[in-house]
């Protein structure tokens, strides 16, 4: 097959996999309680950008999950400090900032760095202008959207173009 027809199919092929996944994902995600679907996007996006290697899917995920939970220390921390409002957000970012990368990069076969500062700036982006009080369920459905981006998103649109490379090959 000539390098023309293969690009085509390859872009064909992913174009199919994006219109078809993530809107089923973008309908269900409001059934099962995930307000916060279109972060399933976000993460598919880094997935993607990182190679779509599945070998990293875990650790990955685990990033997110960590920026997640950063987000709402930061929301609390700043919260609770009694500064100027900027001071406050400085000092909250150059401490948890440099604590992520720290950690991160001292457990990298357990943490993707990256994922983990993308899922603090999602985490902070939605939650941010909230009080610790009005957060509610919504770490945990950001929780589940980052996943889902990683797996059903990531990896599953990555299988499905695969799957339609070959028929179609």
Known sequence: M???KEKRIRIGTLAFGIAFMPPIWAVLSTYIGVTTGAVALICAGLYVANGNKRSDAFKIAAGFLCGDIWAVLA????ETLQFNPDVE??????????LAVLIG????????TPSWLCGWAIGLTIMGPLKVSEIG??????????????VYVGIGVDALQKFLIKKLS
């Open 2 to 4: 000539d390098a023309k």
């Open 75 to 78: 929301v609390w921390i700043m």
């Open 89 to 98: 957000l400085y000092c909250t970012l150059f401490v948890l900032g440099g």
């Open 105 to 112: 990069e001292n457990l990298p076969k357990y943490i993707f």
């Open 137 to 150: 369920t919504l770490p945990i459905q950001i929780g589940v959207a980052m996943i889902a981006g990683v």
